[in-house]
């Protein structure tokens, strides 16, 4: 037999229903300030808040910003974006404008006080630029913008490009920035993803050569920087503070939380260093709200520059043939090459190798060639293969969950079977 309603209960849950939302009317209500935090100003009262926030204290992070999904342009349209990139007084640019005529960029000389365009501080590396362009810019960007730092060819750069900055930037799919509205330019995960930062990481655990930054990046800069803000379990995103963001994007934060980090950088007693590599883990975050972004590496390839192996799993197998053709190129150079290099430098004899010695060199290079040319087999194969929108939009992500049962084992679009 059911029972019949608690009257006296239901009097005593609308009693605490109201005052809890008395409560939560003042909380909210209330404009909470960071002012507790000693050295830092609050700058909503120097600057006008920004049209999403309206109803809010812009610096209130105990409420996290909800983003709207973001709309690519009509098919054919363009878009306009700038490239913003931070640099010394020695260090050339001269490849922006060979490689990339007729791109908009802007630039920061940093250690140059007499420079066309001025930071507040040559302080926190290239968050310093950054937050400086945002702010400075908040109300007449481009479709696009595009942060990057000064040199064509790094270690960070991806792979598939040859580490060229340039071509990333001329095959940057502006679609894909403009649907997510935050894109990190470099697909490949380590370091940053996929679990990599955590706040309370005992000191003992601290890995002091492969993640130095955990150990600047603890829980009370966290607060610092976003004050009421949940304390993430772990802040994970690609490394290295080269990103492209959309306008919409942008605008969705509030102007004066780019005011609140730049004051933070310029209050901060971390070094230099440090301070702008605790931002480089951040940005993912602050353009996205999620303390973990990590896209899948062979969609961000393949959705952002047109390179589409035709799934995670054959995209896994190229980057493996990779590995193993550089851990053999390494072994001809340390055992072999270089070897014959420093005789040939030093005017002497070139080393005598046995016969096992010059079996083995032989085939080194003999399988060193045929994986070259495999490989540039399959990466001329995954170019032609992203020309195909269809293709591409086969490792693109997708929300919408129709037609996923053509996936299955044994439909046509499944995985093969044995």
């Known amino acids: 037999m059911l029972a019949g309603p608690p009257r006296l209960l239901s009097f005593v849950s609308v009693v605490a229903l109201v005052a809890l939302g008395a409560w939560y009317f003042r909380v909210t209500s209330s404009s909470p300030s960071n002012s507790h935090i000693p050295g830092f100003d609050h700058p909503s009262a120097q600057y006008p808040s920004s049209s999403t926030t309206k109803n809010r204290d812009p610096l209130d992070f105990s409420i996290p910003l909800r983003f709207t999904e973001g709309v690519a342009k009509p098919k054919g349209e363009n878009y306009s974006y700038v490239v913003v990139v931070g640099k010394m007084k020695d260090e050339e640019l001269r490849w922006m404008e060979a490689d990339l005529p007729g791109v908009d960029v802007v630039v920061y000389e940093v250690d140059n006080p007499k420079a066309q365009r001025k930071i507040p501080k040559n302080k926190g590396r290239e968050a310093m630029v950054y937050l400086t362009y945002l702010i400075d810019n908040y109300n007449k960007l481009p479709d696009t913008i595009i942060f990057m730092h000064s040199h064509k060819h790094a270690w960070h750069n991806n792979m598939l490009m040859g580490l060229d900055a340039a071509q990333m930037i001329k095959r940057l799919n502006h679609d894909r920035v403009h649907r997510n509205g935050y894109m990190n330019v470099r697909c490949h995960h380590e370091p940053g993803c996929p679990d990599w930062i955590h706040l309370d990481r005992p000191g003992g655990d601290l890995d002091f050569f492969l993640k130095p930054e955990e150990i600047y990046m603890r829980r009370h800069i966290w607060e610092q920087l976003h004050p009421g803000a949940p304390i993430p379990s ?16 942008i605008r969705q934060v509030p102007i004066e939380r780019f005011h609140h980090y730049r ?3 310029l209050k901060t007693s971390m070094d230099d260093q440090w301070s702008g590599r605790v931002f480089e883990y951040i940005w993912h975050y602050i353009f996205t709200g999620h303390e973990v972004y990590c896209p899948a590496m062979n969609t961000c390839y393949c959705d952002g520059y047109g390179f589409c192996f035709g799934g995670r799993a054959k995209f896994a197998d190229f980057f493996n043939m990779q590995n193993e053709r550089n851990k053999l190129n390494e072994e001809l150079r340390n055992n072999y090459l270089e070897k014959e290099e420093k005789a040939r430098k030093e005017n002497k004899p070139l080393p005598e190798w ?6 083995r060199m ?24 992203g020309k195909d929108e269809k293709m591409r939009k086969e490792e693109t992500e997708s929300w919408d969950s129709e037609g996923i049962e053509e996936y299955l084992p044994g439909k046509s679009k499944g995985p093969p079977q044995d």
């Open 234 to 249: 772990s802040l994970s995103g690609i490394c290295c503070a080269q990103f492209a963001v959309s306008r919409d994007r």
């Open 354 to 359: 046995s016969e096992k010695d010059r079996a």
């Open 263 to 265: 004051n933070w950088l």
């Open 362 to 385: 032989k085939e080194l290079r003999t399988k060193i060639g045929e994986m070259d040319v495999t490989m540039d087999k399959l990466r001329n194969e995954a170019l032609e293969r």
